[in-house]
């Protein structure tokens, strides 16, 4: 399913994807197919769905024209020896 899709079908609505399919760009993450796992009326409870989600699945909102997710890059990350 593309966000446009997902936009018409759940309008100014939190939902819960799954990334089906997707490409980085310019430390861009552009999500090119996805699955809706759930949508969310109350912005709390799509708040606590947000911190369980997991590798390829995300919460946000059809308000959003584009979905896009800026990859941050993390320095100095240091692991145990």
């Not at 809706?36 to 708040?47: G, L």
């Given at each position: 399913m593309k966000w446009e899709e997902v936009r018409k079908i759940y309008?100014?609505?939190?939902?819960?994807?799954?990334?089906?399919?997707?490409h980085i760009e310019d430390n861009v993450r552009y999500i090119d197919d996805l699955a809706v796992v759930k949508a969310f009326d109350d912005e709390r409870e799509a708040t606590r769905e947000l911190v369980?989600?997991?590798?390829?699945?995300?919460?946000?909102?059809?308000?959003?024209?584009?979905?896009?997710?800026?990859?941050?890059?993390?320095f100095g990350f240091r692991g145990a020896i």
């Amino acid at each position: 399913m593309k966000w446009e899709e997902v936009r018409k079908i759940y309008p100014n609505r939190f939902v819960k994807i799954q990334i089906l399919k997707a490409h980085i760009e310019d430390n861009v993450r552009y999500i090119d197919d996805l699955a809706v796992v759930k949508a969310f009326d109350d912005e709390r409870e799509a708040t606590r769905e947000l911190v369980r989600t997991k590798d390829d699945e995300l919460v946000y909102h059809t308000g959003k024209e584009k979905l896009e997710v800026k990859i941050k890059q993390i320095f100095g990350f240091r692991g145990a020896i």
